[in-house]
């Protein structure tokens, strides 16, 4: 490890330590599996935690280029570049958020054209393991896959792939979260993204001692942990002059950065009528708030969907999207 990244985790760690342990604990629920639990009482608004991000991706419209056919020939200074599908565009693209932390770019004209961009070096630094391992391979053919299907998730089980050859993670550090319970379908699909990824990294020389965890039954895995424990990220602005900025880039774009998956965020169940939220504010990292005063031993809860549609509705994402019959008390009283 180097001496930036020990000297920064070692900072993290003194100020945590600072503040103390968390006011939550994780405990069995119930009608909900674990749960995370109050220890103490909690008032309005109170940060509960922090939880910086075991893996993230920016969302596809930030990290990668949009290709559209080129209308007439390009001005002089404007190269042409094949996009992954195969039809020209005008390369006057460039990656809008930062390749770790999902923090948007703050202005234009850097120099980050075409390739990943990273916010700050602590990000570039951390993300050297993962990030070396990916630049050796094509992944033409899982971008077109995705692309042609609309797929995320491949590309976080495919960062976590690589934080595993580059002994960023262990191969099981996913496994202590829920997984979803996956369709036959699914598992059909997956299994196709399975031989995708690995077929990329045999074609591009990777000697099979350093693959052996990726088998099919760990892509399935990760995926199921995926799907139920990734958070969508939308960042809310830590000053006016980000707030215009970000409200000017959400006209264009998808309002969310990317998705992360985090170790105790994961923990905590739904309800239509949560007790907690959270937020991201320049980056990835969440802090989990208080949206009311909370007692002692009450459950912890935050929502996973928009809670102002009706219960059928809700019912309907849940179940579809999540897996999960909600069984929160506004469900139960039918509202
Ligand atoms: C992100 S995990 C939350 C932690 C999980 N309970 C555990 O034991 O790891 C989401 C899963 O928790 C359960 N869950 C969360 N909220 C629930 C609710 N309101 N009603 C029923 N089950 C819920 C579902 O099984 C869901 O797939």
């Not at 069995?28 to 109050?38: E, H, K, Y």
Request: hydrophobic share 35%; charged share 25%.
């Amino acid at each position: 490890m180097s001496l930036v990244r020990r000297r920064l985790l070692s900072t993290a760690a003194a100020v945590a330590a600072a503040r103390g342990p968390p006011p939550v604990r994780v405990a069995l629920t119930d009608s909900a599996g674990r749960g995370v639990f109050a220890t103490r009482p909690i008032a309005t608004g109170e940060v509960l935690h922090s939880a910086q991000p075991l893996v993230t991706h920016p969302s596809r419209s930030l990290f990668h280029e949009v290709s559209a056919p080129p209308l007439a020939p390009p001005p002089p200074n404007q190269g042409f570049i094949f996009a992954t599908n195969g039809v020209n565009c005008i390369s006057d693209w460039s990656p809008q958020v930062c390749y770790r932390c999902l923090k948007r770019k703050a202005g234009k004209g850097d120099d980050s054209r075409g390739d990943c961009y990273f916010c700050s070096d602590a990000c570039r630094e951390h993300a050297e393991g993962f990030h070396g391992i990916q630049k050796k391979v094509d992944w033409s053919l899982l971008d077109d896959h995705c692309s042609s299907r609309g797929l995320k998730y491949p590309y976080m089980v495919r960062r976590l792939a690589c934080m595993v050859i580059s002994g960023d993670v262990g191969a099981d550090c996913l496994d202590i979260l829920q997984p979803a319970q996956l369709h036959q379908g699914t598992l059909i699909e997956m299994e196709e993204e399975f031989e995708l990824l690995k077929s990329t990294f045999r074609k591009a020389g990777f000697q099979e001692e350093l693959t052996t965890f990726l088998t099919k039954q760990w892509y399935i895995n990760i995926l199921a942990r995926i799907r139920v424990n990734a958070f969508r990220i939308e960042l809310v602005a830590s000053s006016y002059e980000d707030l215009l900025s970000s409200a000017v880039a959400s006209v264009t774009c998808d309002a969310s950065v990317g998705n992360a998956v985090y170790m105790l965020p994961s923990f905590y169940n739904h309800d239509c009528d949560p007790n907690t939220h959270i937020v991201w504010l320049e980056n990835a990292d969440a802090k989990l708030k208080t949206l009311r005063d909370i007692d002692e031993g009450e459950e912890l809860r935050i929502c996973y969907i928009d809670t102002s549609m009706d219960v059928n509705a809700r019912q309907k994402i849940l179940t579809e999207g999540f897996g999960f019959q909600c069984r929160c008390q506004r469900c139960l009283s039918g509202d």
